[in-house]
């Protein structure tokens, strides 16, 4: 804390890749200096330290926030994390936008109470988190690869009558197969990559295994119906700490699978879900309960198809991956969901 003579300071951070905008205000929301820094995390410190001894920042989690973040917290100061989407919502069209003002402006909602915050994972968490969305990153490279092999054989009328490429089957059909002049080296050059891919996303499942074996949430995790080894562990990794959501209901939200909601006088308006939030998440809680799931899953699903028809699937997929999320919520917190507990008879 600063001395008692002194007048508390609040910082804004306005952090980008190479360089960054520091901001200092009084309590009354007086600009008192500014100064811009090469990004360092000795100078970092040393210019928030001009606002004393454990001085509350704000500093909004763009590209790269991880050093930054770290330095502060090793240096003992009262670190807050602003939200980008709740920054853009806050933030008005102005005509001169500057990271002067930005940086001040990030430093005034701290003081004010009204800074959108976002929760800073532990160290461990966001190790754990990486490998997760790099896990992710590399599937989708997997599947691009997968269709660019397809698309190539449609080319030639080839239709291979298997699912899986990497099967035995397929394979074996992708050895006899006899391509005219530089088809023959593209082919070749797409097996070569997913042999690579499917080798360093073996890797990453082994290390996540690793880290997740002794984690009770992750094993409790298992024990629901839908849930494999993937989906526990993206699951436990962006989720985090269970306790900063008050409700089941809040973790939905939070995942962005609620429906928006807009309400004037006596009209409200439901809207689809807002997709504003982790999209990892609502991605797992979907491609659970297209698995067999849990029948109280399942059945919230069938529930809605039976009422209204086919054509509202997608619906049905939404809500039961909304009831998913219930029973992730109780499972994580108290170590399994009263849901999936047999009823005596």
């Known amino acids: 804390m600063v001395d008692g003579t002194a ?3 609040w910082v804004g951070i306005d952090l980008h890749l190479h360089r960054s905008v520091i901001c200092r205000i009084d ?3 007086q600009e008192i200096d500014w100064v811009r820094i090469d990004n360092d995390p000795k100078a970092l410190v ?5 606002a004393g001894r454990k001085a509350p920042v704000a500093i909004e989690a763009t590209y790269g926030w991880y050093w930054a973040v770290d330095a502060l917290m090793a240096a003992k100061f009262e670190v807050h994390l602003a939200h980008p989407y709740g920054m853009k919502a806050m933030r008005p069209r102005r005509r001169v936008k500057t990271d002067q003002r930005d940086a001040r402006e990030l430093a005034n909602l701290l003081r004010l109470g009204s800074l959108p915050e976002a929760y800073i994972a532990p160290p461990q968490l966001r190790e ?4 997760v969305r790099y896990r992710m990153v590399l599937t989708k490279a997997n599947t691009a690869v997968k269709n660019g092999i397809r698309a190539l054989l449609a080319k030639h009328g080839i239709r291979l009558p298997v699912t899986d490429l990497e099967c035995q089957t397929g394979t074996a059909l992708l050895d006899r197969l006899q391509l005219p002049g530089s088809y023959a ?3 070749a050059s797409q097996r070569r990559c997913l042999l690579m891919l499917e080798h360093e996303i073996g890797l990453i499942e082994t290390q996540l295994d690793r880290m997740l074996r002794a984690h009770p949430g992750y094993r409790a995790l298992l024990k629901i ?9 993206i699951f436990v990794a962006e989720i985090g700490d269970i306790s900063r959501f008050p409700s ?4 939905a939200c939070w995942a962005g699978i609620t429906p928006r909601l807009h309400a004037s006088d006596l009209t409200v308006h439901h809207g689809h879900v807002s997709k504003q939030g982790s999209g990892l998440v609502r991605w797992a809680a979907v491609e659970a309960v297209q698995r067999k799931c849990e029948p109280c899953v399942r059945e919230v699903r069938d529930q809605i198809v039976a009422r209204r028809g086919r054509s509202a699937r997608n619906i049905a997929k ?4 909304h009831r998913m999320l219930d029973l992730v919520y109780y499972t994580l917190r108290d170590g399994q969901a009263r849901a999936l507990i047999p009823v005596a008879a």
């Open 7 to 9: 007048e508390r300071q």
């Open 27 to 29: 309590d009354q929301g």
């Open 46 to 50: 040393r210019a928030v330290r001009k």
């Open 128 to 131: 754990l988190r990486e490998l």
């Open 185 to 187: 080296d593209r082919l």
């Open 225 to 233: 119906q839908g849930l494999g080894p993937v989906l526990a562990g």
């Open 248 to 251: 089941a209901d809040a973790l």
């Open 318 to 321: 939404v809500a039961a991956a």
